[in-house]
Nanobody
Framework: QVQLVESGGGLVQAGGSLRLSCAASGRTFTNYAMGWFRQAPGKEREFVAAIRWSFGDTYYADSVKGRFTISRDNAKSAVYLQMNSLKPEDTAVYYC?????????????????WGQGTQVTVSS
């Protein structure tokens, strides 16, 4: 059973940075895509970024492209989301998720394991 545990959220001023971590266990993730999603108050959950574990290729929502970077550490079985130049509109609960069908990295319904979420708040 896949377990995902996020950490690294918090309160930061606009323009600041945060690094989210996701510790993944319970499976070999070679054929997986790992994604970050977020949900702001009153809004639906949305795709933020994804990485295909084997190839290391990355994908981003237009709203975060150039500011966020997703990466993975094979040895630690961890996925990270480096968030720079944060804006108040980035405020949300951020979720790490695992998708066993790597090429469907942008399809939220294909992610079958989710972490508990970590709160990111960006003040103006």
């Amino acid at each position: 059973q896949v377990q995902l545990v996020e950490s690294g959220g918090g309160l930061v001023q606009a323009g600041g940075s945060l690094r989210l971590s996701c510790a993944a266990s319970g499976r070999t993730f070679t054929n997986y895509a790992m994604g970050w999603f977020r949900q702001a108050p009153g809004k639906e959950r949305e795709f933020v970024a994804a990485i295909r574990w084997s190839f290391g290729d990355t994908y981003y929502a237009d709203s975060v492209k150039g500011r966020f970077t997703i990466s993975r550490d094979n040895a630690k079985s961890a996925v990270y989301l480096q968030m720079n130049s944060l804006k108040p509109e980035d405020t949300a609960v951020y979720y790490c998720a695992a998708n066993p069908v790597a090429f469907t990295y942008k399809v939220e319904a294909r992610y079958d394991s989710w972490g508990q979420g970590t709160q990111v708040t960006v003040s103006s």
